[in-house]
């Protein structure tokens, strides 16, 4: 199998099980974990002489699968290679819980959805043993919002298109990058309608992602007839920085891919935070800050906006007043991917006379 679409299988594996799979509650759960490292919705399917056995069987494989599926979410592309195959007995320890759902049984067969949570402290370990760049942390949320352009203009936001049942499957599972879905509903109406979102009106986005508390939207669009094909692009609004950036077109996409368009859509925007934030432990650095503030709560918010950048390790205040703050900021890294990764946070370093600055955007 090519890598290219090896790749695709494994990010899809995660979503595959919300396309239409009978729902029900879990079998089985021995904990839950970081949604990082949680590996959602997994498809298994195994026959053996008992369904006991065939269960116990579609647990293994699922589970390895499962680490598959977070080894090429948390590793660089070029990097996969490096990290070695556990064995059953390694995997297990790795493993923090597992549920199984929508169960189904027969004499021989075994066929449920598997979510499985590793440890966070286990599974650092041991890729750091494997001597690669990891990402222990998730990006900042990109709200989604799918619309679907026909002759007769963009549909409405709380219109059912396949557009969107595709982008919901997608919001649901896990990833690096968590993307809700707007809702559609009448509140998303009065802030924007579908022209507007499909210009991309900064001032109707901005209200958008005031709503759903984040500052970055993906507009991403399907265009065509309801049977398709479609066309499908995107583009991605920063509404603290002002930037736009697009995303690769797809031409051609038929009816039945759409849930795989938007997982590329998903996909590339995941690459991007392993840019900026997969780096080098080897690399660390500390530098000192003045933090203008107009007060204790937006100190507060500053604060937390800091600390949930992907690099930075710790954070020491050295001192707090009325107008500003000087921190210590210890982080892993280049200077240059500390900047990249607080850009993604909406912030960035301003280097004056009186030394550097953090300034939100």
Known sequence: MAAATRRMFVALAAVAALAGAPGGAAAQQRGAGDPVFTVTNIPVDATAKTPLEA??????????????????????????????????????????????????????????????????????????????????????????????????????????????????????????????????????????????????????????????????????????????????TATLYDLGTGDKSTVPPQAGVALDKLVDAAVKHRLKLEDEWKSVAAVSRDFADVIVVTVPIKGLDDWVKLRRRIQTTANVREIQVQSLEQEQAVVRIAFVGTREQFNRALRLQGLAIVDGAAGPTIVGQ
Do not use: C
């Open 55 to 232: 269960r116990d069987k579609a647990l293994l494989e699922g589970e390895k699968g499962a680490f598959e599926i977070l080894v090429r979410r948390l590793v660089a592309t070029d990097d996969v290679s490096k990290v070695g195959i556990p064995t059953d007995a390694e995997i297990e320890q790795l493993i923090l819980g597992f549920e199984f759902a929508g169960e189904r049984t027969t004499a021989n067969r075994y066929i449920a959805q598997l979510s499985v949570a590793f440890s966070p402290d286990r599974m650092k370990a041991y890729l750091r043993a494997a001597g690669v760049n990891f990402i222990d942390s998730s990006a900042p949320p990109v709200l989604a919002l799918p619309l679907t352009r026909s002759k007769a203009g963009v549909a409405a936001l709380d219109e059912r298109t396949p557009w969107r049942e595709a982008w919901a499957k997608v919001s649901a599972a896990g990833g690096l990058v968590p993307m809700p879905a707007v809702r559609g509903d009448g509140a998303d109406a009065k802030l924007i309608d579908p022209e507007q979102a499909f210009v991309g009106d900064v001032a109707a986005l901005g209200r958008l992602a005031q709503r759903y508390g984040t500052r970055r939207i993906l507009v991403s669009v399907a265009t065509g007839e309801a049977e398709g094909p479609f066309a499908v």
